[in-house]
């Protein structure tokens, strides 16, 4: 039975250029619910292909509630639509006014439409009874019943049939008599996620007369992808259309021109490609699409003389390298970032693989942490996620291994199937030297520097790295690290582990890490002299940079058993490690070398339980330093090293004081200054000075102290030692305070305050915030007195570090005071509030009390 038949009203004005004829495949899109109307959609499926129409319908494995972001892009990508309507109005997602197909259909006014409705329907939903009476009211749209799958079969191949005639009769005057190119851009099977800075950074350079611009990046970062979604885009510019170009199966350069001309529909002249393809395009305004470029880089000339050939054109490429063209605009495409895009690209592909996924709060860390793991790379992503048919995300993070051997689907392109493949594509490409430098620069785990890269690639003489570095870097092998105050490469996790794996496959690995730790040795020593200079803040950022890489170093040293290079490692940069307040960390390698290290040399097993010791001082166990401190200082003796004889008697004695008594202590420390003074050891003298400040503090002794505490200050300022300034400005604060001169400790505390703002100092936190405290407590201000020692009494319990003696009574006689001024219960209750406040609370809090303040200096 059939009612309204005014098909040719349903077609908006405006449209008739955007029909095209059946053999370029126009994509009709089928819009019903998933619950009913299954054999009616194969029906209709098959009546779109027989006219050699290519159906879109959205099924996403039969899904109850699709993405809408996917249907929606499916709808966008078609020409034409088909609505199937019965008894189901379908699924309304949460947050959402209406269901998929009532939005469909909204989204489609611009299209012609072939809406069919079956009948009988003595269960049709309300929702759809009052859906289908809109459309009736409108007036916008008309539609047919139908009864069986046969009959819409028949009606919907005549009524696409009456649909394309009406439209090609009514527009022939207006179509352009120009070949149409044999290659629409690829319709992509699955949704477009994120990159929106990207889209409308190529669009930006489009519009701004940039006539060739390059996508450049990794193998599997999306550029092929996001150039298809920017010439969507872009297309309504170009009135002579867009072409997508796949070069991945041109086998070489000179075959490029044809494989343009065969996408263009470029007629050959005289077996001259490349005269064809200019004189085709001589005249028209189009953008041409020009993918997987890398293999054949040797053809960029070709695309210089297209661009000189035809002025209107543009042309936009991918590839892993730039095409190095006057004129040419590169846009680097980096990871996804992993707690935004590459989140929403991991759920929406894993809803595609198993509908039953859905992502919830709680997971949504662990499915961060896995996209991080993976480095925000598209390509890995997509290979992951479908494994949430099988796997929990916690399940899936513990599984990611450090082998390339996540899998996707067997129709992807072949350098896409596997990640190995995908890099394996660019490796291939490479040179020989270009390959072996690639292979040994897998071992660094951290971002290297030049002089890095150069000692560890070992090359031959003849080979000239910073050539080879740059078209590595050209490549997309490696990326430039920025804003780190010097030239820095990375590599992505994933290309370092297909590098390693051909380096070990190339028996290389070992003299390889030989190098690297040579290196770090070396690297090591020099930062065992420029930390106690003038030089420590550069050096403690360049050892920042290479963190990564020196516990490498460490990690094989230590597997190894090699206790002269943990020896060398921890003696030179144990400075570093105590500035980040690290001990615990330094203490384990150090434990590994003394572990193996009977039979050693003095010098090292004399460094090795002289940092063992220092460190339990440290610590507070001052019996344990005391036992090995005078063993490491008689095996440095033996080996000539004067200055760890005189660093391990510095510590030695500071932290005997709780034994021989402070007097005695200062005494000893007083008479090691000249020995620091003469040896140059800038950072030694300054620590000497503020741990005499610190146990005249200790013990109340600020009698005879004179100008201790200042020249403390200046010494450690001298140095750049930051953790030292704020030491040495702790003990300052507090002799001013002994001495009545509370506005001169809160200035002092105030600086302290700016300056590990500034830093990002935290070790020396517990006592800054006793002696605000006290500063506070001198205001009257005792209940914000009581947050802050409770505050700092929690700080102390997570660093470990317990009050000597002496210093925990003064604590003490402070608590009583407050306790006193406030009641047990008031005091209690503020205590409580300081000990479990965050950093920015407390911060805010000691910021009260003290004020803001400028440039952290003390005098």
Known sequence: MRAETATRESVPEGRSSQILTPDQRLRVFVSSTLQELGSERTAAS?????????????????????????????????QLFVGLYWESYGWVAPGEAMSGIEDEFKLSEAMPRLLYVKVPAPKREPRLEEFLGQMRAEGSASYKHFGTAEELRELLASDLALVLTERFEATAEAVKPFPAPARDLPAPRTSFVGRVEELAHIEDVVAGGSRLVTLTGPGGIGKTRLAVEAARKLAAEFSDGVVFVPLD???GDELVPGAIAESLGAREVAGDAMASLVAHLSTRRMLLVLDNFEHVIGAAPIVGALLEGARQLTVLVTSRERLRLSGEHEVQIPPLSSDGEAVELFAERAASAHQGFELVPDELRVVEDICRRLEGVPLAIELAAPR???????QLLERLSERLDLTGPRDAPVRQQTLEAAIAWSYDLLTPDEQRVFQRLGV?????????????????????LLDVLSSLLDKSIVYRLPHLGETRFGMLRMIREFALARLTASGELEPTLERLSDYYLRLAAQAEDGLRTTAQGQWRQTIDLEADNVRAVLTRAADRHAVGELSALTRGLFLWFWLHGN???????VGLGLACSDGSDDLDRGWLLGLDGAFAVVGGDFEDGAKTLPEAEALLDNAGDRRGVATMKLVRTFGSAPLIGEKQAVAQLEDLLPEFDELGDLWAYGTALHAIGRLRVVFGDYEGAGDIFERAVEEVERVGDDFGLALASNNLARSRFAHGDVEGARLVMRRVLAHRRAKGIGFADDDHLEIVARV?????????????VGAAERVRT?????LWPPAQQQFDALLEELRAALGDDDFDAAWERGAAADTNEVEKLAVSVV?????????
Do not use: K
């Open 388 to 394: 949430m048919r099988l796997l929990t995300p916690a």
């Open 776 to 788: 506070a407590h001198a205001d009257g201000e005792h209940e914000r007195a009581s947050a802050l």
């Open 249 to 251: 199966g041109v086998v």
């Open 444 to 464: 660094f785990p951290g971002s290297l520097s030049i002089e890095a890269a150069e000692e560890v690639a070992g090359l031959d003489a003849d080979v000239d």
């Open 798 to 802: 997570q660093i470990g570090i317990p």
């Open 46 to 78: 098959e009546a779109i292909a027989s006219l050699r129409l290519t159906p879109v319908l959205f099924e996403l494995g039969a899904r109850p509630h699709p993405p809408q972001a996917l249907y929606r892009a499916y709808l966008q990508q078609s």
């Open 583 to 589: 001990v615990d960390e330094l203490r384990e390698w």
């Open 851 to 859: 004020g803001e303040a400028g440039p952290p200096r003390a005098d």
